[in-house]
């Protein structure tokens, strides 16, 4: 079995500060892990996704995680925030094989300030 | 490319009523997904259709949910009876493949009174 936990439910940063959202795995098989972005009255949009390929994934909007083993971690940075940032994010997990059945985390709602 | 499309965007109904959604995957998606959002958590995944076929339908509350895709297109899901905790945002997803990128919908958000 598969679970995400995402450590702070609300994170505020100034605009132009590093972001910082954190997602730790548990998984019993190597995971696929992702990130989606979810704007107000809309549905869920995929930021980035790593399927075993390189560790560092590079996503749109200027985001990025790094899977780390060791850690059991996929946190998503972004080097500058802005404005267009504030939404809630998810990270989600899934068993390579496993049909695409995705788990996601509780979720953080990203709050920018001026 | 037209996205996956829902119906209605806002439904409220009283307890013990019935309710029905409506999903439009993006043309020649054979996988669909049905997924519960309940205020303050994350999507937890209802049923997978490949096809006009069930692939998991696990946490589907079977006594009261009930979902189809009868040609393979389009899907419906419906609740019958509502109870207060069926409170959520249904989100429809969409995707090529078995393991491919999921594509949602903008949700319908359900009130049970």
């Known amino acids: 079995a598969q679970s995400v936990t995402q450590l702070g439910s609300h994170v505020s940063v100034s605009e132009g500060a590093l972001v910082l959202l954190r997602c730790n795995y548990s998984s019993s098989v190597p995971p696929y892990l992702f990130w989606y972005v979810q704007y107000p009255n809309q549905g869920l949009q995929l930021l980035l996704k790593y399927t075993s390929a390189a560790t560092l994934v590079k996503g749109i909007n200027g985001f990025e995680a790094e899977f780390k083993k060791s850690e059991t971690s996929f946190h998503l940075t972004k080097p500058s925030a802005h404005m267009s940032d504030a939404a809630e994010y998810f990270c989600a997990v899934t068993a390579p094989g496993g049909g695409n059945k995705l788990t996601f985390g509780t979720g953080t709602q990203l709050k920018v300030e001026l | 490319e037209a996205g996956v499309a829902q119906s209605p965007r806002y439904k409220i109904i009283e307890k013990r009523q019935s309710v029905a959604f409506w999903c439009n995957p993006i043309s020649g998606h054979a996988t669909l997904y049905w997924y519960q959002q309940i205020l303050g958590q994350g999507p937890k995944l209802l049923i997978q259709?490949?096809?006009?076929?069930?692939?998991?339908d696990s946490q589907l509350p079977k006594d009261r949910f009930s979902a189809e895709r009868l040609k393979g297109v389009d899907s419906t899901l419906k609740i019958q009876p509502a109870k207060l905790e069926d409170s959520a945002v249904y989100l429809c997803a969409s995707s090529s493949g078995l393991f491919n990128e999921q594509f949602f919908g903008p949700g319908t958000r359900l009130t049970v009174l």
């Open positions: 259709f490949q096809n006009n076929g069930v692939v998991d």
